[in-house]
């Protein structure tokens, strides 16, 4: 997550300014894609179901394959994603590969 700073000021308005900006912002990275993490180099035996643990401390909501070594498609496995608030159960259908993933 993106840190937020504040600027020290004697300005009330500045003031009422930076604290609307640190809202805004505080809401933007609460949500959506921007609530995520980097899970970098995860190996995908072909055909295999990999647990990959995100710690987002709840449910995912999706996920986004930012880079991969093969050419492979990574899937969840609907069977075996029995606990989606601590991992995705993911597959890579085609070849072996390592892969990166942004999960939010």
């Known amino acids: 997550m993106i840190e937020y700073e504040r600027h020290k000021t004697d300005d009330p308005e500045l ?20 609530a995520g993490r980097l899970i ?31 050419k492979a498609i990574i899937e969840v496995v609907d069977n075996d994603n029995t ?5 995705l159960a993911l597959q890579s259908y085609g070849t072996p590969c390592t892969a990166s993933l942004w999960v939010f």
């Open 40 to 70: 970098k180099n995860i190996e995908f035996p072909a055909g295999t179901t990999v647990r990959v643990y995100h710690n987002l401390e709840r449910g995912y909501n999706g996920y986004i394959v930012v880079s991969v070594n093969a």
């Open 83 to 87: 606990s989606p608030a601590k991992y």
């Open 15 to 34: 003031t009422m300014v930076q604290d609307k900006v640190e809202i805004f912002a505080d809401g933007l990275q609460s949500q959506g894609i921007l």
